[in-house]
Every structure is written in structure tokens, then in C-alpha cells.
């Protein structure tokens, strides 16, 4: 082709495109200039302003829906725990109501119990009714009887 003949072909072309595009509607020729060049920047500052409120908005509500999950959950979590409260304070509250008979039992007296002096000496317990002069006498006794043990 000569350059004669590439200035013809490269009007007609441009008169064809320019036909072809001025036919187009509004929306077909927003689209079109969307797929064949899009903008790098948005032109508008309003449409960009409007476009990052959008964006935040959305991610606003993501995170909403995120929390509102997480607290959904954690709410449940708390009910079955509620549920469970009673059962756990009874099975505790029956413990110890078993360890204190059980306690109760074993500090039961059975007869006469020594004091310490008297379960070291290994004499026999002493009688309720006794005076304490009586009390003294018997265990200088008991006393003398271990010195002699010795």
C-alpha cells in the first residue's frame, strides 16, 4: 500500500467508527468506552468520593454481619453455660452435703476419748464425775508410773 492509499483507508476507517459510535445510545457508548479504554483515574471527584463512601460502607457492613455472628455465638455459648449452672451447683452442693455427714460421723465420740496427756501416758480415760484434786492425784500417778517405766 502506498502512503497515498493508507491516508484514504485510515479517513474512511475514523469516518466509519465516528458513523458507528454517534448511532450508539448513552449506555452503549459508556459501555463501550468502558471495555475499550477504561479510565485510570475516575474523572469526577464526586463519582470517586462517592465510589470510596460505597466501598467503606459495604466494608462497614461486613464487618456488622461478622460481629453480629460472633456475638450470636458467644450468646450461645452463655445459655448452654446458664443451663449447665444448676446442675454443676446441685452436684456440688450434694458433695458437700455427703462430705460433711461424713465428717460429722467420723467426729462422733464413741465412749470416753483420751486428751493428749492421757493418750501419751496410755492410762485410762477418766471418768466424768471426777473432782479436779482427784483429776491431779490420778494423774501424778499415772506420771509416777511411766517415770517408772522408763
Do not use: C, Y
Amino acid at each position: 500500500m502506498s502512503d497515498n492509499q493508507s491516508e484514504t483507508f485510515d479517513r474512511l476507517w475514523h469516518e466509519a467508527v465516528e458513523e458507528h459510535v454517534s448511532g450508539l445510545s448513552d449506555t452503549d457508548f459508556r459501555a463501550m468506552v468502558a471495555r475499550v479504554r477504561p479510565p485510570t483515574e475516575p474523572l469526577d471527584p464526586v463519582s470517586q468520593a462517592r465510589a470510596e463512601a460505597e466501598q467503606r460502607q459495604s466494608a462497614g457492613r461486613a464487618k456488622a454481619r461478622q460481629l453480629a455472628e460472633l456475638t450470636a455465638a458467644s450468646n450461645e455459648r452463655a445459655r448452654q453455660r446458664i443451663n449447665l449452672a444448676p446442675t454443676l451447683a446441685d452436684q456440688a452442693a450434694a458433695e458437700a452435703e455427703r462430705q460433711a455427714a461424713a465428717a460429722a460421723e467420723a467426729q462422733q465420740p464413741q465412749g470416753f476419748l483420751p486428751n493428749r496427756g492421757q493418750g501419751q501416758s496410755g492410762g485410762p480415760p477418766l471418768p466424768v464425775n471426777e473432782t479436779t484434786s482427784q483429776k491431779a492425784d490420778r494423774l501424778h500417778q499415772l506420771s509416777a508410773q511411766q517415770k517408772g517405766r522408763i
